[in-house]
């Protein structure tokens, strides 16, 4: 998740927009999109039956702090 906070601000940061990477696209990045990366999104990347997967828990308070960074 290190790697995913850093990605988000670097874009913001570039853009000088704090909106332009909120922190629903940055979980999609290192899920989904990684996902069909490895043309391997028929098997993981998302939380579907028959998918193999681990399961993170992120708080509320954590994805606020993101979006003001």
Same mark, same amino acid.
């Given at each position: 998740?290190?790697?995913s =906070?850093? +990605? $988000? =601000?670097? %874009?913001?940061?570039?853009? #000088?927009?704090?909106?332009?990477?909120?922190?629903? %696209?940055?979980?999609?990045?290192?899920?989904?999109? $990684?996902? =069909?990366?490895?043309?391997?999104?028929? =098997?993981? !990347? #998302?939380?579907? @039956? !028959?998918?193999?997967a681990?399961?993170?828990? @992120?708080?509320?308070?954590? +994805? %606020? *702090? *993101?979006?003001?960074?």
């Amino acid at each position: 998740m290190a790697n995913s =906070k850093l +990605c $988000g =601000k670097l %874009q913001r940061l570039k853009h #000088s927009d704090r909106t332009i990477m909120i922190p629903e %696209q940055v979980i999609e990045m290192a899920t989904i999109d $990684g996902a =069909k990366a490895l043309h391997m999104e028929e =098997k993981i !990347g #998302s939380l579907e @039956v !028959g998918k193999k997967a681990d399961i993170i828990i @992120v708080e509320d308070s954590i +994805c %606020q *702090y *993101y979006a003001k960074l």
